[in-house]
């Protein structure tokens, strides 16, 4: 009668020793919630594979978490380790895209990234997120810095040549305040192509320009537009440079993240220097960012602008502060670096001899529309000479009435004269002699209108008298005919008489001399036949 039972309690221990001996180690992991979690359901899975099963949930001790007990497999005890991570594979979007659709099915579970310690551990920490990036991805890490986030965040793709060859994985703000660090993964093999002359540029949105050749659109892709994106590429004195080119960057090596392309790509500005400007006039539509430009050259742009008191001129003035690069006037620089001696001078020297030329900064206006304004250093011939600047920095520069307000200047006084006009006087004069005019225009009228018209009509009757006296029938233009002709022959004799009078001068004394008679010769008789 002892047999069934002790045969049954032996077949019992043999499965708790075999239920023993294939189970895994207990672990518990710790989440903000259990959302999608149920004990004895919910299964861990590591590459799509059930590893472990979910045994119970329970609070902690503060109330404030959830602690999950998972029983792992056998086989899977080696996902136990110090550097693991766990987290619930729910459906979610962010700017990653969309994940976990199959689990809205099959239900959620917990997914596990396995470390590379060799040292284990029974307590985890779960993630409310998925890791950007597991243990076994291959690529490499690089610190990007910028001033800004803008529109990036985790999980916003990093392109090469418009190719997604990575994601943003860590984003921090730095420990001062004065920026952001981001945590940048590019995935092999890409990521040999990193190099010490890459950079890297914040490439969301749309870029716009509008350039002699028409306008254009620049964007990586529709992620990056929505979600936002970084872009790298060489520089052009990388790429000039084949040693630095060719040389693949280290993992976790520090980047300046640029705000725009134009910006990463542009050649090395140097040192920057810092310039401080005083104007008299309104500073409305200049910001912080507004550039400072040299003969179309962008030398730098504005830091701060500040409003000034002068106690002994009892004026108010406005002070500009703003860094330049002197690196960009090329080779003008070096040209002016060169002294006399052969000894290189330092910008702050430089910029002085410009300031001793006549080098001043004016306000300019930048766009009609906007109103916005840009500081431009030019040269004044005009300008009151300055004769050695102090040579220290922030250098200052002086400032020039920019064209705007002198135009401003100009509309006002002439404004002024034209009020000086007593436009009411001369309105009244013209009144009067307008009076005046219509008042003599009605006395001719009256007077010297008749006058006129009889004056006219004698005229007329004169004429016809004359045309009567001159026709065929009174004779008179036989008259006049024949006393013409009397008249040419009397001039005719008088010609004679002149010429007589030139070929004998002196007949006006003696008189005509007598000449013989002609004698007439016989005429010939013609013989008679």
Excluded: C
């Amino acid at each position: 009668i002892w047999l069934v039972p002790i045969v049954a309690a032996l077949a019992g221990l043999i499965l708790v020793v075999r239920a023993l001996l294939s189970a895994g180690p207990t672990v518990t992991i710790t989440f903000k919630s259990a959302e999608g979690l149920e004990p004895g359901k919910t299964v861990v899975k590591y590459k799509e594979v059930v590893v472990g099963k979910v045994r119970s949930i329970s609070l902690s001790d503060d109330l404030q978490e959830v602690v999950a007990r998972v029983d792992l497999s056998k086989d899977a005890a080696a996902l136990a380790v110090d550097d693991s991570r766990f987290w619930v594979v729910r459906p979610r979007v962010d700017t990653g895209g969309v994940s976990g659709l199959g689990t809205l099915l099959s239900g959620a579970y917990i997914g596990v990234d396995v470390g590379k310690s060799s040292d284990k551990r029974r307590a985890f920490d779960g993630l409310e997120v998925p890791p950007p990036i597991t243990n076994d991805q291959q690529g490499r890490r690089f610190v990007l810095k910028a001033d800004d986030l803008g529109s990036l965040d985790i999980g916003s793709p990093v392109y090469f040549r418009r190719i997604p060859v990575g994601r943003i994985v860590g984003v921090d703000l730095n420990p001062g305040g004065d920026g952001v660090t981001l945590q940048a993964f590019v995935d092999a093999p890409y990521d040999h192509f990193v190099t010490a002359g890459t950079r890297f540029w914040n490439a969301s949105g749309v870029d716009l320009s509008l350039t002699a050749g028409g306008l254009q659109v620049n964007t990586q892709s529709l992620a990056s537009v929505l979600v936002g994106g970084v872009a790298f590429q060489d520089s052009a004195a990388a790429l000039r440079d084949g040693s630095v080119a060719a040389v693949a960057a280290v993992a976790d090596s520090e980047f300046q993240l640029y705000s725009d392309r134009a910006a990463a790509l542009a050649p090395p500005d140097g040192a920057p220097m810092q310039i401080v400007m005083r104007f008299d006039e309104s500073l409305r539509g200049l910001v912080s960012g507004a550039p400072v430009d040299f003969r179309g050259v962008e030398l730098g742009a504005v830091e701060s602008v500040r409003l000034e008191y002068d106690a002994e001129r009892r004026r108010f003035s406005a002070s500009v502060t703003a860094h330049i690069y002197p690196e960009r006037l090329g080779g003008a620089y070096q040209t002016l670096r060169q002294g006399r001696d052969g000894e290189a001078r330092t910008p702050v020297s430089v910029f002085a001899s410009l300031v001793e030329g006549g080098l001043r900064a004016q306000l300019r206006t930048g766009n009609l529309i906007t109103g916005q304004l840009y500081v431009a250093l030019d040269f004044e011939p005009k300008a009151k000479r300055v004769s050695a600047p102090p040579q220290r920095e922030p250098f200052e520069i002086p400032t020039a009435r920019g064209s705007l307000s002198q135009l401003q200047t100009q509309i006002a006084e002439i404004a002024s004269k034209f009020n000086e006009v007593p436009f009411g006087e001369i309105g009244r004069n013209a009144r009067d002699a307008l009076a005046s005019a219509d008042q003599l225009l009605k006395q001719l009228d009256q007077d010297l209108a008749p006058e006129a018209r009889r004056a006219l009509q004698e005229a007329q009757r004169t004429l016809d008298s004359a045309t009567q006296a001159l026709s065929p029938d009174t004779g008179l233009p036989q008259d006049l005919s024949r006393t013409l002709r009397e008249l040419e022959r009397a001039a005719r004799s008088l010609r004679d008489l002149t010429g007589y009078l030139e070929r004998q001068p002196q007949s006006l004394l003696r008189g005509k001399p007598e000449l013989p008679e002609p004698t007439l010769s016989p005429i010939p008789q013609e013989p008679q036949p």
